[in-house]
């Protein structure tokens, strides 16, 4: 099992900054890829950003230019820096593991959630 916990977040004028933070542990795992998705109220989860473990990123559209996601130092940690913010940018903002593990005796693919950071953005 992995632990996803997430922090940052909050109310933020219109053209602001925040900071959201992810970090994974638990049991034994690799990490494919860690990312960030966001939710806004009667829509569906859609992709901010990832990180593969080779250090290859991807953006969703609306933010390019806008959000950076990076890995720290602390180890199974990811980032998601947010500038310029938008009202459109105001949504659940939940964290995304991609990891192996060996379950039974085989190497199983599997993801992980984080419980979801509300972030605000207001004109």
């Known amino acids: 099992q992995v632990q996803v916990v997430e922090s940052g977040g909050g109310l933020v004028q219109a053209g602001g900054s925040l900071r959201l933070s992810c970090a994974a542990s638990g049991s034994t795992y690799s990490i494919n890829a860690m990312g960030w998705y966001r939710q806004a109220p009667g829509k569906q989860r859609d992709l901010v950003a990832t990180?593969?473990?080779?250090?290859?990123?991807n953006y969703g559209d609306s933010v390019k230019g806008r959000f950076t996601i990076s890995t720290g130092n602390a180890k199974d940690t990811v980032y998601l820096q947010m500038n310029n913010l938008k009202p459109e940018d105001t949504a659940v903002y939940y964290c995304?593991?991609?990891?192996?593990?060996?379950?039974?005796?085989?190497?199983?693919?599997?993801?992980?959630w984080g419980q979801g950071n509300q972030v605000t953005v207001s004109l």
């Open positions: 995304n593991v991609d990891v192996s593990q060996y379950s039974s005796g085989a190497l199983r693919r599997g993801d992980y």
């Open positions: 990180i593969e473990a080779g250090g290859g990123t």
